[in-house]
């Protein structure tokens, strides 16, 4: 079955700092990958999408994230974090059913950073 | 517009009421999903309709009872629900397949059972 790990439950970095987040993905064909943020209490937003091609995706707000089949990762990245990036983060697959598809969520990581 | 709209955005119910969560999105996708998010959790898939057709219901209790009126609206009827009910819901919408496949999430319904 498909899935994503998020081995980091909570990152702490200092404002103006580099961030990498950690995904690793369990997919047997090429995976159909996610970034998305929440803030405390919001709905989740879409950083950036992984379908082929390409495998460094730029996102949204200076995030990019590189795809690695050999390692099967697809860590999120950011060369300066400001203080609004604090926040939940979910890495995500997508499989597919019948006409239906679905995304499977990472555990989160939270960020965190201090001024 | 990529917005998905869900009202209310909180909810206080007591276990014998019988309430409706609401989602709306005009981007034109044809699949819509229900999540359901505890504290400190990811997102758990409840229910998936494509085409208006339920497609993915991940064993929900049926005091859960979603509908799909049109292609731009998503309820979730809520019946008899239990305390442990208690979480954040949230609606997403996207194109059923393909390469554009990415959902677009509400604002989340806050429900507290009481």
């Known amino acids: 079955a498909q899935s994503v790990t998020q081995p980091d439950i909570h990152i702490t970095v200092s404002e103006g700092a580099s961030l990498e987040l950690r995904c690793n993905y369990s997919?047997?064909?090429?995976?159909?990958l996610f970034w998305y943020v929440q803030s405390p209490g919001q709905g989740l937003q879409l950083l950036l999408k992984y379908f082929s091609g390409d495998t460094l995706v730029q996102g949204i707000k200076g995030f990019e994230a590189e795809f690695k089949r050999s390692q099967s990762s697809f860590n999120l990245r950011k060369p300066s974090v400001h203080w609004s990036d604090a926040a939940e983060y979910f890495c995500?697959?997508?499989?597919?059913?019948?006409?239906?598809?679905?995304?499977?969520f990472g555990t989160g990581t939270r960020l965190q950073v201090t001024l | 517009d990529t917005e998905v709209t869900q009202t209310p955005k909180h909810l206080v119910m007591g276990m014998t009421n019988k309430k409706s969560l609401k989602c709306e999105q005009h981007m034109g996708h044809r699949a819509m999903y229900w999540y359901k998010q505890k504290a400190k959790k990811p997102p758990e898939l409840m229910f998936v309709y494509s085409y208006e057709k339920l497609s993915i219901n991940e064993s929900v209790p049926s005091r859960f009872s979603p509908e799909c009126p049109n292609s731009s609206l998503l309820n979730l009827h809520l019946h008899a629900l239990q305390p442990e009910d208690s979480a954040l819901y949230l609606c997403?919408?996207?194109?059923?397949?393909?390469?554009?496949?990415?959902?677009?999430f509400g604002q989340g319904t806050r429900l507290t059972v009481v």
């Open positions: 997403a919408s996207s194109h059923p397949r393909g390469t554009n496949t990415e959902a677009f």
């Open positions: 997919y047997g064909a090429t995976p159909y």
């Open positions: 995500a697959v997508l499989s597919f059913t019948g006409t239906a598809s679905k995304l499977t």
